[in-house]
């Protein structure tokens, strides 16, 4: 019996999950050739060629699945994923918070809006995002490290360094918050904490350019 475009769809999704993408683009190719209408299968091979770094291509594949369901959140959505990673951030903005309207309400459209407001130095409102992020998993070091940064460039260096205490609670191995941690205690004039922490953020990566330069010159006053 033959298979319909949406069983082709699901192939290829599982196919996607096992790590097979050859046979799942095939798949999502048989998807639309049976059905030309079902904006699903344009969806995920936009998706795929976006993690895969064919960001141009992916966008052809996006608009084209938008073409048939303007309103279809999670292309809007790989559509803000292909132009952040483009760096194009004011245009990846706009489809995020058009999947948001269309009724998204996921941890990863959250994180990327928050990294991509951090890129336009929307500040404030990346660390709203980043909140939400860590609502729905609190152990997003990534949300949590990005807020941190935020809280810093903001010029709040308690909040800074309450945020990088917890990354480096939650992911000991994360040598930039031990370098953030150090110089937000450097900037609190807490040098011993400060150099402690810049320490072993070198022992955790001989070469942070970073933290060695900083530690020699807290070293020198």
Known sequence: MMKTAKEWNKIGLEQLTSGHVDKALDAFQKAYEIDPNDPEPYCNIGNVLASSGYNDDAIVWFKRSLQLD????????????????????????????????????????????????????????????????????????????????????????????????????????????????????????????????????IKLNPNHTLALNTLKQLKNL
């Open 70 to 201: 303007s309103d279809f959140s999670i292309a809007r959505y790989g559509f803000g994923n292909a132009l952040y990673n483009m760096k194009q951030f004011d245009e990846a903005l706009q489809q995020y918070e058009q999947a948001a309207a269309l009724g998204m309400d996921h941890h990863d459209l959250f994180f990327m809006t928050g990294m991509t407001n951090f890129h336009l130095e929307k500040l404030d409102e990346s660390i709203s995002f980043f909140d939400r992020c860590l609502e729905t998993d609190p152990a997003d070091v990534e949300a949590l490290f990005t807020k941190g940064l935020a809280w810093a460039r903001l010029g709040n260096i308690l909040d800074a360094k309450q945020v990088f205490e917890e990354v480096v609670k939650l992911d000991p191995t994360h040598a930039d918050g031990y370098f953030n941690l150090g110089v937000a205690y450097a900037y609190s004039e807490n040098l011993t904490k400060a150099k402690k922490f810049l320490e072993q953020a």
